[in-house]
């Protein structure tokens, strides 16, 4: 889908990271795009580029009102207002129901009454708790295991409930784990950072032997731009992931080789925390039937990531 031009877009979130990326491929194409967002987690620099060309409106999901007001007149909506912060989450579990539940439920009963066109949910692989089996496909049990989990199965549930009762034409896209430029938190940004304090030795938590599904967020973007765009899709989930599962000890290494630095030690705590999930890989079969595939692989994503975190590679310990 190249040419958007026609078309008014909301990106509720539009400030955080993922969906800041979606708000550039839209901007790319020529969509009309309005961001609603309260700032909580995500910022002005992440819209930067686009700035000019967006409308971009301060405020939360929480505010019904407001709601109303943006989603009047859009044909296209995605959610990504949410808490995505998973230890904020068991601290401040209120703001999750609030932001992530309530939330989607004041934007999904706006696009019904307004008509909306197209609506598509950033859900997330937290639906489904405790791995049973790997690669889990869609059909996984629905077992959240946090707040955080628990309030994004809400606002999924919500959204298939409103597709069903009302024809809300709703598609939910649950991300396992999304990396690149502009993400401020999680294993690889604190690798990194770590790596910026002391070249000689990397403390990695847990033993290294965790497995992940690391998904290039332009890429992740793209998957949410397609869906978007294919009917086939209404009424459906699907999980995006890269497909191509790493162990911990695997990233650590790639790491090292997109930073230049072979003499770095890493070393592992050996101690897993409460909620480390030991393998975290989707089934994307689904998601890969609509046509979706990841175009850039990890060692390529590192090196965009490198960039953007401005860490020079090639330094060599010191
Ligand atoms: N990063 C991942 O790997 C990942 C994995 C699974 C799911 N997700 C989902 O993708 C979405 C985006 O996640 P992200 O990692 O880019 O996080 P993020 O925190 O960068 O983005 C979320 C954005 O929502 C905004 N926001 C929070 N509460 C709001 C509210 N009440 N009203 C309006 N705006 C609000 C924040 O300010 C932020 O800009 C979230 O819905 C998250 O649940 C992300």
Known sequence: MNDLSSIRVLVTGGAGFIPSHLVDLLVARGARVTVLDDLSAGTRENLARVAGAIEFVEGSVADRDLVDRVVA??????NFAANADVPRSVKHPDTDFTSNALGAHHVFDAC????VGRVVQASTAAVYGEPRYTPMDEEHPLRPIS?????????????FAYHHTYGLPFTALRIFNTYGPR?????????????????RRLEVLGTGEQVRDYCYVA??????????????TIGEVYNIAGGQPVSIRELVALILETLGLADTEPYYTGQSWPGDISRLVADVTRLRARGFAP????????????????????????
Not at 73 to 78: I, L, N, S
Not at 147 to 159: D, N, R, V
Not at 304 to 316: L, V
């Open 147 to 159: 707040p955080y989990g628990a309030s994004k199965l809400g606002a999924e549930a919500l959204g």
């Open 219 to 232: 890429d992740t973007a793209t998957a949410f731009l397609a869906v978007a765009g294919d009917e086939g």
């Open 112 to 115: 019904r009454r307004h008509g």
């Open 183 to 199: 993400q401020p938190r999680y294993v690889i940004y604190d690798l990194f950072r770590k790596l910026e304090r002391d070249r």
């Open 73 to 78: 007149g859009q044909e296209w909506v995605f």
């Open 295 to 318: 175009t850039v692989d990890l060692r390529e994503g590192l090196r965009r990531f490198a960039e953007w975190i401005d860490i020079a590679p090639g330094e060599g310990a010191r």
